[in-house]
């Protein structure tokens, strides 16, 4: 063994010709190599080869590095503008229905009659207290047909008719209005402008709310979501949740610019220029603006950069030692290889949270592949959480929060969808309150009214038989969706049973008398009193009132005798 061994060292080195083979001169190089000892050779070459394994194992820890932070962080910021824009759109959806409740009520339309009385004025200022202090509204005017301002909640409220002149202007033609505008003193305004009809349907006036987005509520949405948020229009930020937020023009003109006009979520991950922001759009009414969502990539800027130069002078470092030894070099690699487990170990604490990262056994390269698929598996984890935490808020944003059932915004877009798909269905829509509510309320106190609506509306999902065709708009009026296409007066026959089931006493509380109340229903056929869901939704109000004229406890069908008259 040993002579075939000598032998093969010999054939290596060019001494030797391998059995059969025709000796030959040695060439130029082989002469040149010959020069070196074998053991100097082959440590050249494990230098050489060493020097490419660890740039490689830099350059892929850096690549992997990058990707990692890219994915979670784009999915933490999205996860922070959805959250955003989630509560953005509740509020304003909450500030439209406010106003469109006002619009509606008596005591509203009395007070822009000509010749008001100061007893007027005083229920109408109540009514839009009480509106103002539910809703958190930051302006909230009564305006009649002249443009002048009727009332005020409170009366000290920064007022924005002068802004707001076309839109009060549209609204006194007829048309409700939601408006976006930039405030002087900083932030964003949404407006809700909405006509005010008299009995005979004439607008008689305005009523005109407004909700602020400024800096506290970016500084609210940064604290939930650990991120730095700012609010953008065409022509600038308005809002911010710390001086810590920054805009660059040369940087971030572009991508604000995309998302104003393409209306599409864009992602600036720049690590050079230490940027990692998510641009999304939002569009209330006609108007568009942009949440900027901004993460910490200053720590990852710093981890890679440290690690790309520690990759150079590792290569140069295991190039010289080498030289000197194979076993230095051995050893010299291992420590490296450990190094880069550590900073992937702390790299993956950083993304995923995780205190300790499972260690592994054995090669450092191993343990080092385990730690990124660790990493990988918890940015998936954290990818579904956030998913989650998305159909929730779409989930919390279409429900009544004290019920369950869907709210305004959702039943607009159930009956547009409904419309849309079957415009020659046959289906009615009853519109009803609760008759007593408000002394129920004011008597054994709102935790028992809770109650009361919470086991109505489980009354009338039995009766209805869907819980999506009952839907609670506010306060203690419900809309059902009932077909029109079974037997002659199903409409009517459903709405007595209503006005019974409701009539049935309410055993709220242990101990205490039992709650009565009644109902009165609004009833509008489709297609025959309307082809669209505000057509609808208005004359089983109208119908709704009629039934209420009529003493409640009853029922009135729109354009029937006894009922309204149809346009």
Known sequence: MSSALARAVQVVRGSLAPPGATARPASGQARWLHRFPLGLQVLAFISVLAVVVIGSSYRAYVDSAQALIRASESEHLIGAALVAQTRIEAESRVLVSTTQSLARHPAVREALQEGTTPEALATVGKEMAAAFDSAGLSTLDLIDRRRVIVHSAPATAARGIKASVWGVAEALGGEAMLQTAKEARGGLIVRSIVPVPDLDGRVVGVVMAGTRFDNPFARRIAQDSTVELAIATPIGVVARSSDRFHMTPALHQRPLEQALFERQPVLVFDLAHDDLRQYVPVRLGDETFVLIVQGDAQAAQAHVVAAAREATRSAMTMFGLAIVAAGLFAVTLGRRLRQIRSQAEHLARDITGEVHVPALGGCELDALEHVFDHTARSVARHHEALRQAKVQAEHAADSDPLTGLPNRGCLMRMLSSRLSQQPGEDWALLFLDLDGFKQVNDQRGHDIGDALLREA??????????????????????????????????????????????EQPFHLDAGAAPVQVSASIGIALHPEHGRDASTLLKHADMALYAAKGAGRRTYRLYGSPGGPPAT
Do not use: M, S
Not at 463 to 472: A, S
Not at 489 to 500: E, G
């Open 457 to 502: 509306a489980e009354r009338l999902t039995r009766l209805v038989g869907r819980r999506e065709d009952v839907t609670r708009l506010g306060g203690d009026e419900f809309v059902l969706i009932a077909h029109a296409d079974g037997p002659p007066l199903a409409p009517q026959r459903l709405a007595q049973k209503v006005i019974h089931a409701l």
